[in-house]
Each structure stands twice: as C-alpha cells, then as structure tokens.
C-alpha cells in the first residue's frame, strides 16, 4: 500500500523549513537491500533534504537531531501502516515480519522441510505419468482414480524448480509456510495396488468400518475392504 503524509518536521526545539514536507510508506516501491536500516519503506522530498542539509552545513542544525527526525517520522509512518494491517486483515503484521524475505532465522530453519515437501510433490507427479502400475490417488481419507479431474487439480497446483534461498517463489513459500501456517497442497499420492490394498488396510478398523471412502467423480473400481 502506497500512502502519504505532509508533516510539519520537527528538529530539536523547533520546525525550521517553511513548508510541510511529503513523505511517501511505500515498501514495494523500495529493495529489500537496506531493509534492516532505520526508515526502511519510507521515502522523502528530496528538496527537502536538501533544505535540510544546506541548514546542518550553516551550523543551525545538528546533523544527529536531523537524523532522529527523519527515523521517527519513519517509525510512525511505520506504525501506521502495521495498524492498518491489523485492522483490515485480523492479523498482526510484526516489523520483523514486514522485513521477512523468507531468510530470517525462522524462515532458515524451515528450508529443508519445504524442500522435502517438493521432493514428495515432485515424485507423485511422476508416478502419475505411468496409470498403468499407479491405477489409484489418495487424500488422507479418499480414493481417486489417478485419471480423476480432481487429481489433475492437485497436480497442476504450482510447483518450483529451483529450492535454493535465492530463488524469489521459493523464499516466499518458506514464509508462508513459517510465519502463517500455509503452504501449497500437495498433488494426491498414487498407489501401486499392493500400496492400495496396504492403505485402505491401514484405514479398516476391527470391526470393519472404514475411515475412507471412494470418490463420487470417478467412482473408482476398487474393493473398499
């Protein structure tokens, strides 16, 4: 979200420019190089630097007082705009998580779970090229046909190519996935028939009820027990 605010800026003891100055929130329209510096996502009116420099430079300001107006503006700015997160959304939106690029410390610690979770997506995508030894797909609890259009669904759903931290979509998975509980669903698995009858064996209880079912769609020919 882009937004702006004319602030009467504040120096010391005093407001020493003759106009407001604009100020601009606006993260997307910055890198992420500088992200951890203070002001990070705020831009300024040039001109009014400038002003503001020609005054340090005469000895009527002093440059730490110039320095710690400009950061609070920035950090109010800031507050701003985590509130309205909040107020829009239902969640909180932290300042560490507003710099999150998918590499801090928690996100880091998540790179080899969502590797593992592409690799296992990746060879149920495979298996599904081959419907002759793979005849069925299974959710935790459904039986598809592998030729099930729902089971197409799930295997076109995004996939990456690259799992490395400098991969931009791989880096934002690792965030969601960190930081609000969400990843991609991954493709239904397709079973050999001896995975099948080990399955649904799995799924049978001592009296023979089923914690299973078979797919409405594809009615897949199967026993269920």
């Known amino acids: 979200m882009v937004w702006f605010a004319d602030v009467a800026l504040k120096i010391g003891q005093r407001v020493p420019l003759p106009d407001t100055v604009r ?19 705020v831009l300024v009116e040039l001109p009014a630097v400038i002003q503001t420099l020609d005054l340090v430079a005469a000895g009527e300001l002093d440059l730490q007082d110039v320095r710690a107006a400009l950061a609070k503006v920035a950090a109010a700015m ?48 495979a298996r599904a090229l081959d419907p002759g030894l ?8 459904t ?14 759903s995004p996939r990456f190519d690259s799992d490395t931290d400098d991969d931009d979509m791989f880096r934002h998975e690792v965030k969601s996935f960190t930081h609000r509980g969400i990843t991609y669903e ?21 009296h023979g009820g089923l914690k299973y079912r078979l797919c409405k769609i594809c009615d897949p020919a199967v026993p269920l027990a």
Do not use: K
Not at 28 to 36: F, L, Q, W, Y
Not at 79 to 92: I, Q, S, V, Y
Not at 94 to 116: K, S
Not at 187 to 206: C, F, I, K, S
């Open 78 to 125: 800031e507050r701003t705009e985590l509130d309205a997160h909040e107020a829009e959304n239902g969640e909180t939106l932290t300042p560490e998580l507003l710099r999150c690029q998918g590499d801090c410390p928690r996100c880091l610690a998540n790179y080899d779970t969502i590797r593992v979770r592409h690799a296992e997506s990746a060879r149920r995508r």
């Open 23 to 41: 100020f601009m929130y606006g993260r997307g329209e910055v890198g992420p190089a500088r992200r951890h510096v203070e002001g990070w996502g």
């Open 134 to 141: 793979y005849p069925v797909a299974v959710t935790n609890s």
């Open 143 to 156: 039986v598809h046909r592998v030729t099930c259009r729902e089971v197409a669904r799930t295997h076109r």
């Open 186 to 206: 991954l493709p239904h698995a397709p079973l050999t028939a001896d995975e099948y009858d080990r399955w649904r064996a799995e799924r049978t209880g001592p």
